[in-house]
């Protein structure tokens, strides 16, 4: 059986959310209201004048992303996709590329992520994965989004892979996981080789305590280390 290499992608490949880049440039085209984009910038302020945390950032510009879309037809969401990737795709963080690339062929790949699979589905076009997660929202018969929600895949990353391995006949024996937050702990634990990259501070605790191999990329230096006897200071 194969085994399987599962990544997240927003801030683990993709130097940035793939939401927030999509969000801007819908705003910028005029697809979504500019009052939408209004309501996120106290957040983003805050997090870049390191007064609030990029969490928050995200969860805003996703609130947001949801009641916009409602009405917008998915041929302007989807060309909006292709030109977000079109200028951004080489934005990737080194290491994590180029482990996807490496194990491309030997590994069923997987990339999970709280973007819409809409722009996941255009930035596959690059990264070429085998199986992609993603946000998932309802369409009407004019080809227009809903308020319905189809699929939040963050929410239960550990049973979305589970299930899959054992749908799919594949092996956890030998598989890899790559996350860079504590919502990647699910599929982290069932693999053989977890890898904490870039992590925040809950997930580096989390690493410590269970000896997970943590790998820092920053500028052209990329670490690769365990945290049993790195002290993480809380500022």
């Known amino acids: 059986m194969r085994s399987i290499a599962i990544f997240d992608i927003d801030g683990t490949i993709f130097r940035s959310s793939l939401t927030i880049e999509l969000f801007k440039r819908l705003v910028k085209k005029g697809i979504f209201q500019r ?3 209004r309501r996120v910038r106290a957040s983003e302020r805050k997090w870049m004048n390191r007064q609030g945390h990029y969490d928050d950032y995200v969860k805003e510009v996703v609130t947001a992303y949801q009641k916009a879309i409602v009405g917008k037809k998915k041929d302007d969401i989807v060309a909006a996709c292709r030109e ?18 490496k194990i491309r062929g030997h590994y069923t790949t997987i990339g999970i992520s709280g973007s819409p699979l809409e722009v996941l589905e255009e930035y596959n076009k690059f990264l070429k994965f085998d199986k992609l997660y993603g946000w998932e929202f309802g369409i009407d018969e004019k080809g227009r989004y809903t308020d319905v929600i189809l699929h939040v ?3 239960y990353k550990k049973e979305l892979m589970v299930r899959y391995v054992k ?3 594949l092996s956890f024996k030998g598989s890899i ?5 504590e ?3 699910g599929f982290l634990q069932l693999v053989e080789r977890p ?5 925040n501070s809950k997930l580096a605790q989390i690493a410590k ?5 943590v790998v820092m990329e920053r500028k052209d230096l990329v670490i690769e280390m365990q945290l049993n006897k790195v002290k993480i200071l809380k500022i």
């Open 35 to 37: 009052n939408f984009m």
């Open 84 to 101: 977000v990737i079109s200028q951004q795709k080489f934005r990737v963080y080194r290491y994590t590329h180029h482990l996807l690339n």
């Open 153 to 155: 895949p963050p929410r």
């Open 167 to 169: 749908n799919h006949d």
């Open 177 to 181: 996981g790559v996350g860079d937050t």
């Open 183 to 185: 919502s990647d702990v």
């Open 195 to 199: 890898i904490a990259f870039n992590p």
């Open 209 to 213: 305590k269970r000896k997970w191999t």
